[in-house]
Every structure is written in C-alpha cells, then in structure tokens.
C-alpha cells in the first residue's frame, strides 16, 4: 500500500479514466473537484482556487487531482468529457464537492456543499486531513496482515471504520468484508455483522413475513441481528424499527410496541429513528 510516486508536487489529469489509470501505476492518491462553472456560484471560489497554477503544489506530493465540472448547458466537448468520466463511483448531490480516492479508485472522503466545505478551510487542507485517514487506515491494514482471526478482522474493519462509508460506493471495500469473514467464519470479533447488516432490507422481510403470518420466522431473523455485539446504534435502531413493523402485525405482540419505541429512542434519541419514536409514542396511546 505504500506509493511509488517520486512528485514533489500534485500532477493534474484530464480525467477520471486517466487518472485511475495513472495512480495504479504510480500509487497516487486522487483528488477530485465537482463544481459546476455555469451555475454553482457557491463553487466559484473552489475552482478558481483549484485551477490556479499554484494549486498542485499546495495539494501536496503523491496527488493526483482533477475537476469534475457538471455544468448545467455543456457543449459537445463538456458532453465527450463527462462520458470519460462515468468512470468516477461518485455523484454527489451538492456541489461544490471534494472527493479523495485511493488508487484503487476506492472512495476515501467526500464534503459536499459549501456548508460542509468552508469549515474545513483551503481545498489543499480538506485533501491533506483526507490523505491522512487513507494512512491510518493503511497502516492498520498493513498491521492486519500479521494478525490471524477476530484480532485480524477487528483490525481490517478499524480501517473501514476510520472512512465511515461502509462497503462504499458500488461496493469497492466489499472485499475487505470478505477477509474479515475469512478470518473470523463464526464472526467472534460482531464486526461482519456490522458490515453486512442488510438494512432497509430487514424491515422489508419483517412486513413481507408479517403479510404472510411467518411472525415467529421474521421475529427470530431480527432477533438475530439484535444479538450481534457490535451493530452501530443506528443499526439497533433499524433492527427494532423492524421488530415494530412486524410487531403491529402480530396480534399477541402489539403490548410490547410502547417499549420498543421507548428502545428506539433510548439509543439515540437525536436520530431520525429516535425523533420518530418519540412522536409516535403518544399516537399509540391513542390508537389503544
């Protein structure tokens, strides 16, 4: 995982092909600027600063950086380009954006928005402290390679866990998941778990099931999951989210609703989940 780029300072590419292209070949890290030149006056200010001649070297050496500009009326060029560019997993939803890449093309980091960007300073230091969690996070994958069982995939999901992205776009750390489960088959470490957590998927068995009267199936299924020591709590949440759906269907189970939602909220009482738990208390008061 170590680079064997010799820059001493950032090199520009056309776009997100070329530059995948070039940094499995030199190791680079790849930063990307989206921006959209004829409409986003909120990233005005990025660009001008990332397209100056001065920027490369500010960005920092083992770089690779781009501009994605998603301009609102393009042209026949702009067109071809953003073609080449599909290449790129990410589309963000807010633009300005910023997105560093490993040189795999995995997602490292991604700010979107002026909101969430001007915190963060200069464009070269949101690239800098985004760099520095690709190493910590290779580091700890480097030190896993020594290690054999629940230590090896602890270790591989603290990489993950450092991105915060789960499997990431199009599922690019899904081989990462894949040696955790190697390493520890039986899951004694509860990491796969968190990282194979299925979701909106569980709620959606829980009504399937439910519909079909599998009550006790379903509630087993979810029972699973609940017992894993190291689902987030938003992960908690979204598996007493789906005891609740199949519970309002089960008969001898709708006592228990008031206390799953007070569970719910207990977790994290700020969350979407948590916020909807405590509104829907006192409606279920009323329902009775």
């Known amino acids: 995982m170590a680079s064997f780029s010799s820059a001493v300072a950032a090199e520009r ?25 004829d409409w986003c006056l909120a990233g005005k200010k990025y660009a001008d600063h990332w397209l100056a001649d001065a920027f490369p070297k500010a960005a920092g050496d083992d770089l690779l950086v781009m501009d994605i500009d998603r301009k609102e009326d393009p042209g026949a060029a702009d067109e071809a380009l953003a073609k080449i ?107 796969v778990a968190r990282y194979t957590f299925p979701g909106r998927k569980l709620l959606d068995m829980a009504v399937s099931k439910g519909k079909d009267g599998k009550f006790a199936e379903a509630d087993e299924e979810i029972g699973g999951w609940l017992k894993k020591p190291r689902l987030t709590k938003a992960q908690q949440q979204e598996a007493l989210a789906a005891r609740f759906a199949l519970y309002q269907r ?23 989940l948590g916020v909807a738990a405590d509104s829907y208390l006192p409606l279920l008061s009323k329902e009775k």
């Not at 056309?14 to 959209?36: C, M, S, Y």
């Not at 795999?104 to 700010?111: F, N």
């Not at 700890?140 to 991105?163: I, Y």
Request: glycine share 10%.
């Open 250 to 272: 089960w008969p001898e189970k709708k006592s228990d609703l008031p206390a799953l939602l007070k569970e719910i909220s207990r977790l994290d009482p700020k969350s979407d």
């Open 85 to 191: 560019n599909e290449a790129c997993p990410v589309t963000p939803r807010s633009l300005p954006a910023i997105a560093l890449f490993d040189r795999e093309g995995r997602l490292v980091a991604l700010r979107e928005g002026a909101p969430e960007l001007d915190p963060l300073g200069k464009p070269e230091q949101a690239i800098q402290r985004a760099v520095e969690v690709r190493k910590k996070r290779d580091e700890l994958w480097k030190r896993a390679e020594g290690q054999r069982g629940p230590q090896k995939a602890g270790m591989l999901a603290g990489g993950l866990d450092l991105l915060g992205l789960g499997t990431g776009p199009k599922e690019a750390y899904k081989p990462v998941v894949e040696e955790m489960r190697k390493a520890d088959p039986e899951d004694r470490s509860g990491v």
């Open 13 to 37: 590419v056309g776009d997100f092909k070329a530059a995948l292209e070039r940094a499995k070949t030199g190791g680079q890290d790849i930063a990307v600027l989206f921006h959209g030149s």
